[in-house]
């Protein structure tokens, strides 16, 4: 897989080779709009939707700079004058975003609104009350919200362990281990990056990556939070900031999980993080290797397992591609439900809301 430069986390978009493109839908069959370009995964998770079959016709922000740069892009699209000319274009059938997360909510429930699935950045919600409305909604309408949880449907090391739990291949899984470190880029970062009210906290904006893999993985349909413990060590400077996070959970099925998540990377690393995840199951365990492979390989997605035959060790750039989009497109077209359960998109961030909500503050 090609990728963006990853020396930022907010710049890092995936992007599979021409020659392995599979589209789902023939051209024209799923245009989609845009609103909302304040993060740069929309570029991540327009690429996805974009290689799967669909077309962006029209992209809307009050920023023109944002616009300009998101039309070079994705030079096929044009610029809407405000944001109801997306929202009420007929033809479009999915609105993607990523403006301030506080924000995501409001746009989900408008493009449902108007009869259109969604699809917003992680965290989808900064409140529980967000939330509460988006489960009405989705409920009343029967569209699809999907969320961009980029670090297990973008990844294709995970995507690979997806494959090989399904297989059986580590037997039951009964943990799931996350480490999720972030380089902060201080000059990339706009003020609400650092306003916990427009970002929600360390654990419900890096923190909902980690839930929902550990539902997803374990195939649990629910969790509670054991533990939770937040912190902003190293940026005084931003009172309102967290640059760590931590957590313990258990799933209905005996699962347990620790997810960490800090804004503490060095320069020095050859990527935004240092991303890593640790399934450990009845007959094995598996690790991926994200982004890097520290000292060794600048390239990601590197997967090493062991089970009761010896040691195995897998690269999986290259190997798997990223089946949400196809299989979410396919969703929105044929009303089946084989990219993702709505529930478990919910639970992930609500669950991370929570872990937010009674985190002890380490000073």
Same mark, same amino acid.
């Given at each position: 897989m090609s990728l963006q430069k990853k020396d930022s986390g907010m710049t890092y978009a995936? $992007?599979?080779?021409?020659?392995?493109? $599979?589209?789902?839908?023939?051209?024209?069959?799923?245009p989609i709009g845009v609103v909302g370009l304040d993060h740069g995964h929309i570029y991540g998770m327009?690429?996805?939707?974009?290689?799967?079959?669909? @077309?962006v016709r029209l992209v809307y922000d009050p920023d023109p700079q944002k616009v300009e740069a998101f039309l070079k892009a994705f030079p096929g699209a044009r610029a809407a004058r405000e944001e109801a000319e997306v929202l009420?274009?007929?033809?479009?059938?999915?609105?993607?975003?990523?403006?301030i997360p506080a924000w995501r909510g409001e746009l989900g429930l408008k493009a449902m609104s108007h009869g259109k699935h969604c699809f917003t950045d992680k965290p989808?919600?900064?409140? $529980?009350?967000?939330?509460?409305?988006?489960? #009405?909604?989705? #409920? @009343?309408?029967?569209?699809?919200?999907a969320v961009y949880y980029s670090e297990r449907i973008h990844v294709e090391s995970s995507v690979l362990a997806e494959r090989l739990i399904n297989e059986g291949a580590i037997g039951r899984v009964v943990q799931v281990l996350t480490i999720a470190p972030h380089r902060i880029s201080l000059p990339q970062r706009p003020?609400?990056?650092f306003d916990k009210e427009q970002y929600g906290g360390i654990l419900v904006d890096l923190g909902s990556h980690q839930v929902e893999q550990f539902l997803y993985y374990t195939k649990a349909l629910d969790a509670k939070v054991d533990s939770s413990r937040v912190a902003n060590y190293n940026f005084k400077q931003y009172g309102g900031f967290q640059d760590f996070g931590d957590a313990t959970l258990t799933a209905d099925n005996g699962a347990t999980a620790y997810l960490r998540v800090d804004w503490l990377t060095p320069n020095g690393l050859g990527a935004w993080g240092d991303g890593r995840l640790f399934v450990l199951g009845t007959d094995g365990y598996i690790e991926l290797r994200k982004y890097i492979d520290v000292a060794r390989d600048k390239?990601?997605?590197?997967?090493?397992?062991?089970?009761?035959?010896? @040691?195995?060790?897998? %690269?999986? #750039?290259?190997?798997?591609?990223?089946?949400?989009?196809?299989?979410?497109?396919?969703?929105?077209?044929?009303?089946?439900?084989?990219?993702?359960?709505?529930?478990?998109?919910?639970?992930?961030? @609500?669950? %991370?809301?929570?872990?937010?909500?009674?985190?002890?503050?380490?000073?």
């Open positions: 995936p $992007k599979t080779p021409g020659g392995k493109l $599979k589209p789902v839908c023939g051209p024209g069959e799923f327009c690429n996805g939707l974009c290689e799967a079959g669909a @077309e009420e274009n007929a033809a479009i059938k999915l609105i993607a975003g990523a403006p989808p919600f900064t409140t $529980k009350s967000q939330l509460r409305l988006a489960r #009405a909604k989705t #409920a @009343e309408t029967g569209l699809r919200w003020a609400w990056f390239e990601g997605d590197h997967v090493f397992m062991v089970d009761h035959e010896g @040691e195995h060790y897998f %690269s999986a #750039a290259g190997t798997e591609g990223f089946p949400f989009f196809g299989r979410h497109i396919r969703d929105c077209l044929d009303g089946t439900r084989t990219a993702f359960s709505q529930e478990t998109a919910f639970r992930a961030i @609500e669950l %991370s809301l929570e872990a937010q909500e009674r985190a002890v503050v380490v000073e």
